[in-house]
């Protein structure tokens, strides 16, 4: 990419990451090409549809999250290093407001843009939550899919007013339902 091609780039992304951060992810494409100071047609050429301009945004966010979850992997407390991971990929998801539907849709559509960093994803949470599940410390019905329906859930909660001040209550509540012998929690042979 040319020089004055790649700064167009990433001034748009700086510009795209403030509005959908305030605004979410219905933020105009037409707004972020004004703000940016280029044309909707450069806007297009970077990003040809709002879920490209999604991924670009989301890439590098989940490439880290993939990446911590490589690093808590090696943790020796598996149910904390998926806690620690589920509380990190919930802040990540809840940074860019109104982006929880376009991921959930995307999972299962092969063409979406946003499809192969939103698989990433839930393999990283996959696997540790495998790793807690085989060290006995967290339920067996439940899959990488599960584990990415819960992240969604808690990231869209933290976006309603109401019940922001019971997100860390409610995180701790999902957090006993995945998690066998946690404190508070039920052991699984004592579960209705």
Not at 152 to 161: G, I, M, R, V
């Amino acid at each position: 990419m040319r020089s004055d091609a790649r700064k167009n780039y990433d001034h748009i992304l700086a510009v795209a990451r403030d509005l959908l951060s305030g605004e979410g992810a219905d933020a105009s494409l037409r707004d972020i090409a004004r703000k940016a100071g280029v044309g909707d047609g450069t806007l297009h050429r970077h990003f040809p549809t709002r879920e490209a301009l999604l991924e670009a945004l989301l890439r590098t966010s989940f490439d880290a999250l993939s990446a911590r979850a490589s690093e808590l992997a090696q943790c020796e407390r598996a149910d904390e290093a998926l806690l620690t991971w589920v509380r990190e990929a919930i802040a990540v998801t809840h940074s860019y407001k109104g982006v929880i539907a376009p991921m959930v849709a995307a999972i299962a559509d092969e063409n979406s843009a946003l499809h192969s960093s939103c698989v990433d994803l839930r393999q990283a949470g996959a696997g540790l939550l495998k790793r807690a599940q085989a060290s006995g410390l967290a339920r067996q019905d439940m899959d990488g899919n599960d584990l990415f329906a819960l992240i969604s859930a808690l990231a869209w909660l933290a976006d309603q007013p109401p019940l922001v001040p019971r997100a860390d209550h409610l995180f701790d509540i999902i957090s006993d339902a995945i998690l066998l012998r946690r404190p508070g929690g039920v052991p699984e042979n004592q579960r209705v």
